[in-house]
């Protein structure tokens, strides 16, 4: 019979497989950020009984911004890929534009996380940027706790959404 790996080089193959599956699982354990519209991640959140996650980048501070990736690629944040259906909304983006509008006293302050429930009403906000992935995870488990009662001063965004059909986040 034909051995593929002579035993002399198992150990060596073995230990260069282990290495390739541990960076692969970490590259792998982090935020998978979907392509959708704002209106198709509502749609997934209803179907999946889940919330959207926006996470509203900085206009105006990039170190912001570099500290709350530092969250969203750290492994434990794989966890908020079965709490939330997660986008991410640059300053350019129109809806960016309009959230921070709706959201934040001072539009060039806005960042930080906005969760909507299935039905795009506001449940929770979080509006600031942390390193820390466990903050985010215990930030999308309060807002998924909360998805059926939405913030006193949240509306629905179906006129927004009528508005921006288009819309990708």
């Known amino acids: 019979t034909h051995q593929f790996i002579s035993s002399g080089h198992r150990h060596l193959y073995l230990m260069h497989l ?6 692969c699982s970490a590259t792998l354990a982090q935020v998978n950020f979907f392509d959708y519209s704002f209106n198709q991640a509502l ?12 996470v509203m ?4 501070c990039a170190e912001c911004n570099a500290v709350s990736n530092l969250a969203l690629t750290d492994p434990e944040a794989f966890a908020l890929n079965s ?11 129109e809806l960016w534009q309009i959230l921070a509008t ?8 806005a960042m930080g996380l906005l ?6 009403e506001l449940v929770h906000l979080y509006p600031s ?10 930030q999308a488990t309060t807002a998924l706790r909360k ?19 288009t819309d990708t986040a």
């Open 18 to 23: 282990l290495a390739s599956m541990l960076l």
């Open 43 to 54: 749609k997934k959140a209803r179907k999946e009984n889940k919330v959207v996650m926006l």
């Open 57 to 60: 980048e900085a206009a105006t």
């Open 83 to 93: 709490l939330t259906i997660p986008l991410r909304l640059s300053p350019a983006n």
């Open 102 to 109: 709706q959201h934040y006293p001072n539009k060039n302050a």
């Open 115 to 120: 969760f909507f429930n299935g039905v795009g």
């Open 129 to 138: 940027t942390s390193s820390s992935a466990q903050v985010y995870v215990a």
């Open 147 to 165: 998805q059926h009662t939405p913030l006193p001063t949240a509306a629905s965004y179906e006129a927004i959404l009528q508005q921006h059909p």
